[in-house]
């Protein structure tokens, strides 16, 4: 999968494409590993995500906690198959989504 | 006399025996326990009051010697503590007011009310805390009696303080009698209550009781201590008494002794003072001999030579020379002027008796008088005659003086001038020592005896021997009863101090063990009155409780072992549904239940080749291991058979041979299979003794098909059974069942039966077998209702199809996380030929994603076998690995409604299959995981 970064001052955007499974979920933590200290507001950019498996749910979740102490995560563009695992695993309570 | 005491002893014999038949009576039975006593202590106290007169006990003259005590005793032992006070207070009563009509003595009055009162609540006290309110065995009731009796005659005593000897009279006349008359009625009593009871001992006699053991002892060390006290202090007291009679006697002989002496010598000195005056006046000593009537008149010189006598032999003899005539030379030294020596032999002559007296001469030398016993005797005869007249020893005793001929000089006594013999002194006194106690008998009664010789008399004392231990006589029996009394209270306490610290103790814990041996393992044995019962109790009890954890993980073993042989028996047959899931032709499903153990039922269905199915339902007789293993071997033989292409009727003709071989157990099998050919809808089938099945044609129409049955399996050798053919089309369904089925049973022991079976297929309808066995299986829940289920509940439905089946492509995958992506192209590659939208595709993708991960992380499988076919309902995978067995269908669904922070990681893609998927089916087969999802299209 493909994640392209944009920072802009304290937000920080990532976009996501193609499939976040169990083998594409260590790149995209890494990611999230990254963001910097100062970030007060993730933006996740789903446009161009075809799933997600449990093992991206993982990782959403960690970014969400992190996130939580730090200030506000937010997600956009979730098509209507990611959706419905956000709805099948309860991520829909958790997540903000536009 | 004997008579009237065993009369009045036999009637208490007879009343126990009559009301102790009455107890057996009902009528009787159920009047009130007091009730009964009441009348049982009335009936006692009107036996006392027979005996207590004279009609019934023998009048000893001021006391009515009687077995009175034998009824209250009777009562309380026998009947119960009530009714012995209530006799015991009835006779009581009566010997106390009995004074009052003048028909008792009051001498025994207040004693024999008294002991007979008490005597009642000793029984009644006896029965309830040494006997545990049963009856005591006749040896028991014998001591008791016996030993209340002796109670009875120690309260004479204490009652007549003042009036020992009378009371010791009657002591002495009562005793035995009324002993052993008290001892007989109760042990009559108790006799003749066991014998109408049939008592028999039935116990053991290598195995003593303790208390028995403990009694016995008891008994003869208190015996033993009895008896050596008793003889000790009864020789002591006999020795004491022998002593002081001898003193009493001895100080009595002595006293007249003396007097005699006294009187005898008093009269020689005046005999010798006239003599000594005329002899002075110049008379001769002959003339002078004569004259006083003396044997020897002496004249001696200063030098103590005879000078002068009347007896010419003893002229010259010198006086020094003899021990007896040297005495006298005293009055040569001028100290004393008279001696009076006493009578005995001489000097010159021992066999010469004499008795001397002197005095001196006023020219020196002394004049000596000699007496013989007749001349003093006459003398001093009067005096004698006197001395012992008013003498007593004792209050009986009395002393008598005779002469040296044994004749009786006593003066004013009757017997005077006669032999000792012949007044019934039997004393051999010449050959006895004087001084010493011997016995004789006074007229035929033993006596005490001395004597003393004195002047030529002997002095005799004697003493009654029943005098003399008169109070050695009363104090032994008092010890003697004191005894009695004090040795049964110390063997009634140490009895009963055991029986409460060790034998009840003993018995509890038995009870408690035989409960705990009896199979109850929760009871504690609990006895904590001393250190050494609470360490036993404490040691029982870890016992049992290491028991019971033994027990316990036995059980638990043996239920697992079972739990593993139904797990086995299950795993046996085919449990995955759907079984095959590529073919659509034939649906397919079959349950089975159960019951507790493993059981005899079985199902199992095959495809032979790919264009026919093999189902059967069997029933093995019997339950438990041997049927689970027995069901193993029919099955393996009928699935061998039927795969090798046979009809059904020569599977079961073979079957039935190989089953018949080394079935030393007499099991069989019931059972029903059929072989279905799936493209044409033919079914044969063969019958062996199973339940029809059902089936239900696409019409509606519902049968039993009722073709004829052959023998069970397995029931005899040489058997053929019967081909039979039936005809399926497409939508037909069939339902086979075991007997758990018809014949559950509710709790009003109706049978489920095949009318009702085949009313609820029909109320069914056209459901897919799932559905159907689901609804059967409700429904005869329903019906059973709490009733238990004792047998297995087993069916097996299938619906024909008639279509074709699934076409599977399979790819082998390295297990690792590499291999996720792969399998999502081979099977999202398979799904786009067939044109199949892109949202399912995504979906069929993370479940796969999912399903490949988790095996690559956690089964340690070496590699990865997905299976995918498409058809026009839905698309089917299958994954296969070799890993760790593992039913992810059993995983625990995580919790979606946390947040974010109390969410954990991990069994969130299970669930999300689970959601996504239509059907999510495990098994494990041939040492493989095997999961099929499917999703319809």
Redesign the interface.
């Known amino acids: 999968m493909n994640i392209e970064k944009i920072i802009e001052n304290e937000k920080v955007t990532l976009k996501l494409e193609g499939r976040l499974d169990t083998q594409t979920a260590p790149q995209f933590e890494q990611e999230i590993d990254g963001i910097e200290e100062g970030c007060k507001e993730l933006i996740l950019d789903m446009n161009a995500l075809a799933y997600v498996s449990s093992a991206g749910l993982r990782v959403i979740l960690k970014a969400q906690k992190y996130m939580n102490t730090k200030g506000a995560m937010k997600l956009i563009g979730v098509n209507e198959n990611v959706m419905e695992v956000f709805e099948i695993t309860g991520f829909l309570d958790i997540l903000t989504i536009e | 006399m004997v008579i009237k005491l065993l009369v009045s002893a036999f009637c208490n014999a007879a009343l126990a025996a009559g009301l102790y038949a009455a107890e057996k009576k009902t009528s009787y039975k159920k009047l009130p326990y007091l009730v009964r006593q009441v009348i049982t202590g009335v009936l006692f106290g009107i036996i006392a009051i027979y005996s207590s007169t004279s009609a019934g006990g023998v009048d000893i003259g001021g006391a009515i010697m009687n077995v009175r005590d034998a009824s209250p005793l009777c009562a309380g032992l026998i009947f119960g503590g009530p009714s012995g006070i209530i006799a015991g207070v009835i006779g009581g009563s009566y010997r106390y007011f009995a004074v009052y009509l003048g028909i008792a003595g009051a001498y025994t009055q207040i004693a024999c009310a008294l002991s007979t009162v008490m005597v009642g609540f000793i029984a009644a006290a006896l029965r309830k805390f040494m006997f545990d309110d049963k009856k005591p065995t006749w040896s028991y009731g014998v001591g008791i009696a016996m030993i209340c009796e002796i109670l009875h005659m120690l309260m004479i005593f204490v009652t007549n303080m003042e009036d020992v000897a009378t009371a010791f009279s009657f002591v002495k006349k009562c005793t035995l009698p009324m002993v052993l008359g008290n001892g007989v009625a109760v042990g009559a009593a108790l006799i003749l209550v066991s014998l109408m009871k049939k008592e028999r001992r039935r116990r053991n006699k290598s195995q003593k009781q303790i208390s028995q053991t403990f009694q016995c002892w008891l008994l003869v060390c208190i015996v033993i201590a009895f008896v050596a006290t008793n003889i000790f202090s009864s020789f002591l007291q006999t020795k004491m008494s022998e002593i002081q009679t001898e003193s009493i006697i001895q100080t009595n002989i002595e006293d007249v002794h003396q007097d005699v002496l006294d009187a005898s010598d008093e009269s020689l000195l005046n005999k010798v003072t006239q003599i000594r005056e005329e002899y002075l006046r110049g008379e001769s000593v002959t003339k002078l001999a004569e004259k006083y009537n003396v044997i020897e008149v002496n004249i001696i010189d200063s030098k103590g030579i005879i000078v002068d006598t009347n007896n010419e032999q003893y002229l010259g003899y010198v006086m020094a020379s003899g021990e007896q005539s040297a005495e006298f030379m005293v009055l040569l030294k001028g100290d004393k002027k008279e001696y009076i020596q006493d009578y005995r032999p001489t000097s010159y002559d021992n066999k010469t008796y004499r008795k001397y007296g002197a005095l001196a001469l006023p020219d020196g030398g002394f004049i000596q008088v000699g007496y013989d016993a007749s001349q003093f005797g006459e003398d001093i005869e009067i005096f004698v005659g006197k001395v012992a007249k008013n003498r007593h020893i004792g209050n009986e005793g009395f002393i008598v003086i005779c002469d040296e001929r044994l004749n009786i000089v006593t003066k004013n006594s009757e017997d005077y001038g006669k032999n000792i013999k012949t007044v019934g002194i039997e004393a051999d006194i010449e050959n006895a020592v004087s001084g010493e106690v011997f016995e004789v008998d006074v007229k035929g009664e033993p006596h005490l005896c001395t004597f003393s010789f004195v002047e030529g008399y002997y002095v005799i004392g004697v003493m009654p021997v029943s005098e003399a231990m008169y109070m050695k006589n009363l104090s032994l029996y008092v010890n003697v009863f004191m005894g009695i009394i004090i040795f049964s209270v110390l063997f009634i306490l140490i009895y009963f101090l055991i029986k409460r610290v060790v034998i009840d103790n003993i018995r509890k814990i038995n009870q408690t063990l035989s409960q705990i041996t009896s199979g109850n393992l929760n009871l504690t044995v609990d006895v904590r009155t001393n250190e050494e019962f609470a360490s036993l109790s404490d040691d029982i009890n870890s016992t049992v409780s290491t028991l019971k954890d033994y027990i316990a993980q036995a059980a638990a073993r043996i239920d697992q072992e079972l739990e593993y042989a139904k797990e086995i028996q299950l795993s046996a047959m085919p449990s995955v549904f759907p079984p095959y899931p590529e073919r659509r032709d034939f649906m397919i499903y079959a349950l089975m239940r159960a019951a507790k153990e493993v059981g005899g039922d079985f199902y199992d269905f095959y495809l032979i080749g790919d264009n026919q199915l093999a189902f059967l339902i069997a029933d093995v007789s019997g339950k438990g291991i041997p049927a689970a293993m027995f069901m193993m071997k029919a099955k393996t033989i009928i699935k061998d058979l039927a795969e090798s292409g046979l009809e059904p009727d020569e599977v079961f003709t073979r079957a039935n041979e190989k089953l018949c071989e080394n079935n030393d157990a007499g099991m069989f099998v019931t059972c029903w299979l059929g072989i279905l050919n799936l493209s044409t809808g033919a079914l044969k089938f063969a019958n062996a003794g199973h339940n029809p099945p059902v089936v239900c044609r696409n019409n509606g129409e519902i049968e039993y098909i009722k073709a004829r049955s052959g023998l069970v399996l397995a029931g005899m050798e040489g058997i053929k059974y019967r081909k039979n053919e039936m005809q399926l089309e497409v939508g037909d369904r069939i339902y086979l069942y075991t007997d758990g089925v018809t014949e559950a049973t509710n709790s009003s022991n109706e049978l489920y039966g095949e009318e009702r079976l085949k009313n609820m297929i029909s109320a069914a309808g056209e459901i897919e077998p799932e559905k159907l066995c689901a609804y059967i299986e409700k429904s005869v829940d329903e019906f059973v209702g709490e009733a238990p289920q004792f047998d297995d509940i087993t069916m097996l439905a299938i619906t024909y199809n008639g279509h074709g089946k699934i076409e599977m492509e399979s790819v082998e995958l390295e297990s690792k ?2 291999s ?2 792969l399998a ?1 192209d081979f099977v999202s590659n398979l799904m786009a030929k067939r044109q199949i939208e892109q ?1 399912l595709i ?2 069929v ?2 479940a796969i ?2 399903i ?2 988790n095996i690559a992380r956690y089964s340690g499988a070496s590699k990865i076998i997905v299976e995918t076919g498409v058809c026009e309902e839905k698309v089917v995978i299958r994954f296969l690995d070799d890993g760790k067995p593992y039913n992810p269908t059993h995983q625990k669904e ?1 919790d ?6 109390e ?1 954990q ?2 069994g ?2 299970v ?2 299959v689970k ?2 998927m239509d059907v999510l089916k495990y098994q494990y087969l041939d040492g493989q995981n095997v999961l099929t999802i499917e999703k319809n299209l």
């Not at chain 2, 979606?896 to 922070?901: E, K, P, R």
């Open positions: 996380l590499d996720v992506a999502v949202k995504s979906k993708s993370i994603d999912e490949v991960s995580p979606i409604t946390l947040s974010a922070s969410r990681e991990g969130l893609g669930y999300m959601k996504m």
